[in-house]
């Protein structure tokens, strides 16, 4: 701070009373450069894909007219090249429109703490495939769990984490995404699941709850399934996926039992029919349960049935 022209050095002394010596130290180690796209690395394991949709294409062409109008996060490598955090899809729009060099924040970051922001950035995304936000719960929980296993982290929400509990970290990792603690353990156990099964998940062939049952099973036991599944073009239903988990905990699941189970018909399978109360009120007795309601029309029918049997069998004969 400055008066009439001469520097009392009060700005410094402000910002050291205001702010905290990680922030202070975390300033120093970002800066904001323009980076060629070719020196720039995938997130490794990057759970999220960068489809080639409607949505890209019309990324590309915002970013050919204005370029990219929202830096990406990178992280600096010992080799002198940048890692990937937050801006996968605006690097791959930038690399379909043409451009050298893409707009880039350069923060240094641990893995653990590269892992958490790569997640959290992603998981704001429209669309998240149930096999997306599965790997990224997963990947987020151990770098957390990791981050609780160091003694030198002292600040509040790390301190939490001290406790080795994994139930606290899903719970937190649940609250940042408005998914509960059990929600956040069934995305994770997900990641169990062999890909042609998790791709019928993303691809909503097999709902979310019963796929959570069949994590549970053995990869052979998976492989069966999958097998069956392609065969009939079935999938099983949550009552169907628990039965598999029950047989397969007491070691009693094979092919011929995954075929028997799959066979089942299912409730939403049955043909239902339906008719006007007051079309059958004339035909059906007074006083009946519903039960013997439909009883008798069943009769009734088997009784047409029968009639229209024998009127055929006479005409032919004739």
Do not use: W
Request: charged share 35%.
């Amino acid at each position: 701070m400055k008066k009439n022209g001469i520097d009392l050095g009060l700005r410094e002394a402000f910002d050291d009373l205001f702010s905290t010596q990680e922030d202070r130290d975390k300033a120093k180690r970002t800066f904001l450069r323009d980076i060629p796209v070719t020196e720039i690395a995938d997130f490794p394991d990057h759970p999220f894909k960068v489809r080639m949709d409607e949505d890209m294409e019309n990324l590309v062409e915002s970013v050919k007219e204005r370029g990219v109008l929202s830096p990406v996060l990178v992280r600096p490598l010992e080799d002198g090249s940048y890692q990937m955090v937050s801006g996968h899809r605006r690097k791959r729009a930038s690399e379909l429109a043409g451009l050298e060099t893409v707009p880039c924040i350069v923060r240094e970051l641990t893995d653990d703490e590269s892992t958490i922001l790569m997640v959290d950035s992603n998981l704001q995304r429209e669309k998240v495939l149930p096999s997306e936000r599965a790997h990224a719960y997963k990947m987020k929980l151990e770098a957390m769990k990791r981050q609780g296993e160091r003694t030198d982290l002292t600040s509040p929400p790390l301190v939490e984490k001290l406790s080795g509990k994994s139930a606290l970290t899903s719970t937190r990792i649940g609250k940042a995404t408005g998914d509960s603690y059990e929600q956040v353990r069934r995305y994770i156990r997900l990641t169990n699941l062999i890909p042609p099964l998790l791709d019928l998940v993303d691809e909503g062939k097999i709902a979310f709850r019963p796929a959570v049952e069949l994590s549970y099973l053995t990869e052979s036991e998976q492989s069966s399934l999958a097998e069956n599944i392609s065969y009939d073009e079935a999938t099983p239903s949550l009552a169907q996926a628990i039965k598999m988990k029950d047989f397969s905990r007491e070691g009693r699941l094979n092919p011929d039992v995954i075929l028997s189970i799959m066979s089942e018909e299912k409730p939403n399978q049955r043909e239902k029919y339906s008719f006007q109360a007051d079309r059958l009120r004339q035909y059906i007795p007074v006083g009946l349960s519903p039960q013997q309601r439909e009883d008798y029309v069943v009769k009734a029918l088997d009784y047409y049935k029968r009639v229209r049997e024998r009127q055929r069998a006479q005409n032919e004969a004739r």
